[in-house]
Structure formats: C-alpha cells, structure tokens
C-alpha cells in the first residue's frame, strides 16, 4: 500500500470517527476513540454458558460489563445460577474484571487475567469452602469464556480493525488507537 493511500484511508477514518463523536484524541500515535459502555454490552448469543462439575452445576448469563473509577481494567457483573448435590438451586452474582487485549484475526477486544473481584449468594448460605472450591474451579472457566468471547467487535465490513495500535483502558475509558 503506498504512503498516499495510507493517507486516503487514515483521513476517511477520521472524518467517520469524528462525525460519530467518540474520538478522544488525534496525537502523534494516531487517532484514539473511546468504547462506550452501551457498545461493551452488546447482547450475545452465546450465553447463557452452562458447565457440569462432579458435584454442581453452574450456569453464567449475559454479563454487565464496566469500567469502574480509577481503574485499569475492565470490570464485568456475571448472574450466576447454581445447583449442587448438597443445596438446591441458588442465584448468585460474580464480580471480575480483566485486562483487555486486541486479536487482529477477528477484530475483537477480549479480556486477559481475569480475577474474580467479589461473590454473592444472597438466597443461601454458602459454606467458605465450598465457595473457595467453587471459585477456584470457575475461574479457569471464566478465563476461557473471556479468551473466547469478545467483549467487542469492530464491524466486519469495516477496514479499521486492520489499523488498531493499541487498546487499553485510562481515566475510567477503553481506548482504542488506530494508526498506520
């Protein structure tokens, strides 16, 4: 692609982000806009996710997904349904969060190191070591979840996914920095 082209497309970029009103900045590293939440929470399709353990049953619904004050990372709130041999069946809410990293192939944030920030079973007792078994035994799901499934798309018929430098998330943003 030749340098005047390269200019052609970064300028048509510009023009469209410009128009829509989320560019944060035109610097020397390129353009940066930011993600709204509203775009963070697209529903899909692929939830609920269902996974059967030995001894319990647990289903993760649609997440609410966030950038909370004063973070660096990506935040999301998971409606959980649980079942064990031992209690019937409880609803409960996960909290994590995850650094986001971007994957050309597909154009698409997902999130990295996902830690599970809080746990909540507000209609049953939970006994400590049966929620400390459970997360330790969910948390490698929830890897797998968010190393699958993007937390956001950019348009397939869109060219700019081609141009991403960066993503990360500042002052309580996620940015994305496109660039040559």
Do not use: H, W
Not at 7 to 32: A, E
Not at 51 to 74: M, Y
Not at 107 to 131: C, M, R
């Amino acid at each position: 692609m030749t340098i005047n082209k390269k200019l052609n497309t970064l300028l048509i970029v510009l023009m469209i982000t410009l128009f829509t009103g989320c560019v944060r900045d035109v610097g020397l590293n390129g353009l940066t806009m930011n993600v709204s939440d509203e775009q963070l929470n697209k529903p899909s399709s692929k939830f609920p996710i269902q996974e059967d353990f030995l001894l319990a049953n647990v289903e993760i619904n649609q997440p609410n997904i966030f950038i909370k004050d004063g973070e660096n990372r990506i935040s999301a709130k998971l409606d959980i349904n649980l079942s064990t041999i031992f209690m019937n069946k409880s609803t409960g809410k996960f909290e994590i969060s995850g650094v986001p990293y971007f994957k050309k192939e597909n154009s698409s944030i997902y999130l990295n190191d996902i830690t599970i920030e809080d746990i909540d079973f507000t209609d049953a007792k939970i006994d400590k070591n049966i929620l400390n078994s459970l997360t330790s035994n969910i948390k490698p799901i929830l890897d797998s979840i968010f190393k699958k499934i993007p937390i956001y798309t950019i348009e397939k018929d869109s060219f700019k996914g081609s141009f991403v430098r960066d993503v990360k998330v500042e002052d309580s943003e996620l940015l994305v920095t496109f660039g040559l």
